[in-house]
């Protein structure tokens, strides 16, 4: 039974031609694991539908190449040539869709050389795995940041006036930028901020309305940069 996952169901085939059975067979393997995958990638977070449907079709499109050239030399450079003639363009993807994209290209790869029960335990096994881990609670620290933007009057010193308040309600804070607005008039402070205990924000912010003479104060969520690779 052990090398059962690792026998192809092509290896009759191997020294013939392509038989319907099999090449059926092998595509609707692959349209089976993309649809797995495209599954765990919704459950695992935000998802497009165009994507879903791309990593459906992938496996059976990289099974598809592998079948046509496994053994023919002449047909793997043919079609590398063909490829190279495309240009792809799209925009750059998250490290979660990148990764995604290489789990369907890995199952076609298995079902392109017949090898369905392994692809199978490496669909269901990998795609298991990723469902968890997105719903793991890892937070970085990057998450926890908030982006604060206080309006003062230019004749107040911002370098030290909410310095006692910063450390009462804040673990981390660092100053990002300084503006001038209305004129010269006033300035916009923006600062990146780790509150000690998000519970107490409303009094931290109306600490700072009595600071900066109750102007303009926004704390929101911090832009965080995404994770392209």
Request: hydrophobic share 45%; proline share 2%; charged share 15%.
């Amino acid at each position: 039974m052990e090398g059962k996952m690792f026998e192809s169901v092509l290896i009759n085939n191997a020294a013939s031609t392509l038989g319907i059975r099999s090449a059926a067979l092998c595509t609707g393997a692959s349209l089976l694991f993309g649809l797995i995958i495209a599954v765990c990638y919704y459950i695992s977070g935000k998802s497009t539908k165009g994507f879903c449907i791309s990593l459906i079709m992938l496996p059976a499109l990289v099974q598809t190449v592998i079948m046509l050239v496994n053994g023919n030399l002449g047909a793997g450079v043919a079609i590398v040539g063909a490829f190279s003639l495309v240009r792809f363009r799209s925009i750059p993807g998250t490290s979660r869709e990148i990764t995604c994209v290489f789990f369907a290209m890995v199952v076609g790869l298995a079902a392109g050389m017949g090898y369905l029960t392994y692809g199978a335990f490496i669909c269901i096994f990998v795609g298991a795995v990723m469902v968890l881990l997105a719903f793991f609670p890892i937070h970085s620290r990057e998450e926890r940041m908030q982006t604060l933007s206080i309006t003062i009057y230019e004749d107040l010193d911002y370098t030290t006036i909410f310095d006692d308040l910063f450390e009462e309600y804040l673990k981390h804070y660092e100053l990002e930028t300084v503006k001038t607005t209305n004129m010269g008039s006033m300035y916009q402070i923006t600062y990146r901020i780790e509150q000690k205990n998000r519970k107490r924000e409303k009094e931290f912010i109306d600490e700072l309305r009595c600071r900066n003479g109750n102007l303009t104060i926004v704390c929101g969520r911090a832009v965080l940069p995404l994770e392209q690779l």
